[in-house]
């Protein structure tokens, strides 16, 4: 086999992927569509990439993200402190509330990174740009893939081809490699698509307000008549605030300054509701809709074409309220990383990698498609059970600790069974 890697996309994924591959293919092309990102634009939000329409709204790097990109970058958690990005202690300054209740600091020897999205992503392309295998190209569109014998043996450019042995889809939501794979005589997928009817509005305000470098953050939930609405602030760098706020069905955020600040007037918290005085006139803010969870599954990976592989948004995308897409990216690429010298030595062990790949996927787009189900139509008894113990378990969170504990757990994707501690399920089928 040869000794060329091609990556499509440098966003998270594909950046994260270049890394898996690095130590192990000679050369890794990642080949990115959009120029490289200009330097920061004047105001609070920074500059982000033409092709990250969510670029500017509020990200979650959640703990086990966090570690898994540590272990294919050492040097990014240096990096990313000297961005300016903050660590805390996620029981400490992760604050937890409903309505004016909030939960009390309770070191839980968790730890979470405070960081904007385009910040990551910046220090994670020069991280991997140092790699010695690595070569990012901006401004290059990938056509289609390149076949000889049946088989994929590198891809199709504006700019003309490019051979590898390896193939890895990274490019996002509107990647045609599905199509690809049916193209080489591969399965077909099956589309699922669940829309839980939520929007987000993002603003990035330049004073921090209430929130301090130990309590970075900030996550709010209305009560009864408003328990749909939702709002998140983040503290990140240079000591500027993400502030996302959320609704469902009817009941989305307003998109003009004075109807926003009554809205998160109505989630009746007092550390929101300072936050939002920060929300002035010449304030952009910015919409996100259409958080559709929408995954590629295929039923079976038999006759998978040998030199693809398709990871992050390609494959799978969550509603991004859930904060689990650059954490399930980092995850597969620890799988990648984990097959690297095998996909170096033979094409063909792309059936099984793949299989990993998607298996990544499975329990976040669980914990996604609970509460979107409901939403979106008739859910199963099941879903319905599960989505009730998922909104208790942010109500008793705030009083009790082993439910707060166990929900950052959850949240932060480093146990699939923490919510199903004996002490945990007694408080939450008790609590009212």
């Known amino acids: 086999m040869g000794d060329r890697a091609v990556v499509i996309g440098a966003g998270i994924g594909g950046l994260l992927a270049a890394a898996a591959l690095a130590k192990e293919f000679t050369e890794v092309v990642v080949l990115e569509r959009d120029p490289a990102i200009a330097d920061d634009v004047p105001g609070p939000a920074p500059a982000v990439r033409t092709g990250v329409p969510q670029g500017r709204h509020l990200h979650l790097l959640l703990m086990r993200g966090a570690q898994a990109m540590q272990s294919l970058l050492p040097g990014l958690e240096t990096r990313l402190k000297q961005a300016g990005a903050l660590t805390q202690d996620l029981g400490v300054g992760m604050v937890l509330a409903q309505g004016s209740r909030t939960s009390p600091p309770r070191p839980s020897g968790l730890f979470g990174h405070s960081v904007s999205?385009?910040?990551l992503e910046e220090c994670l392309r020069t991280e991997v740009g140092e790699l010695a295998a690595v070569d990012i190209r901006y401004g290059v569109r990938v056509t289609g893939p390149s076949i000889a014998n049946g088989r994929i043996d590198g891809v199709l450019t504006d700019g003309g081809p490019i051979s590898a042995s390896l193939v890895v889809d990274a490019s996002g939501r509107n990647s045609?490699?599905?199509?690809?794979?049916?193209e080489l005589g591969g399965p077909t997928a099956r589309e699922d698509a669940i829309d839980g009817h939520i929007?987000?509005?993002?603003?990035w305000l330049p004073d921090s307000g209430p929130l301090t470098a130990e309590r970075p953050a900030l996550i709010t939930m209305g009560e009864k008549p408003f328990a749909e609405r939702r709002a998140f602030a983040l503290r990140?760098?240079?000591?500027?605030?993400?502030?996302?706020?959320?609704?469902?069905?009817?009941?989305?955020?307003?998109t003009d300054h004075d109807g926003l600040r009554g809205y998160l007037a109505s989630i009746g918290?007092?550390?929101?509701?300072?936050i939002a005085e920060g929300l002035t006139a010449d304030v952009p803010l910015y919409?996100?809709?259409?958080?559709?969870?929408?995954?590629?599954?295929?039923?079976s990976h038999a006759g998978w074409p040998p030199g693809l592989l398709i990871m992050g948004d390609a494959?799978?995308?969550?509603n991004p309220v859930y904060g689990q897409g650059m954490t399930v990216a980092a995850l597969q690429a620890e799988k990648l990383a984990a097959h690297a010298a095998r996909l170096r030595r033979d094409g063909g062990a792309t059936p099984t990698v793949q299989r990993a790949l998607?298996?990544?996927?499975?329990?976040?787009?669980?914990?996604?498609?609970s509460q979107d189900l409901v939403f979106a139509g008739n859910p199963p008894a099941h879903i319905r059970a599960l989505s009730r113990l998922l909104d208790t378990s942010m109500t008793a969170a705030i009083d009790d600790p082993h439910v707060h504990r166990a929900l950052m757990e959850t949240i932060q994707m480093v146990s699939g069974t923490a919510m199903l501690r004996p002490r945990v399920l007694i408080a939450l089928l008790t609590a009212r």
């Open 315 to 318: 494959l799978c995308h969550f």
């Open 176 to 182: 045609r490699s599905h199509e690809w794979v049916q």
């Open 199 to 203: 929007e987000y509005l993002t603003a």
């Open 269 to 274: 918290n007092p550390l929101m509701m300072e």
């Open 117 to 119: 999205r385009p910040v």
């Open 358 to 369: 998607a298996a990544v996927t499975k329990a976040p787009w669980r914990t996604a498609t």
């Open 287 to 299: 919409r996100y809709a259409k958080l559709i969870n929408r995954r590629h599954r295929y039923p």
């Open 236 to 254: 990140v760098e240079q000591g500027r605030v993400v502030l996302g706020v959320t609704g469902r069905g009817d009941d989305q955020p307003p």
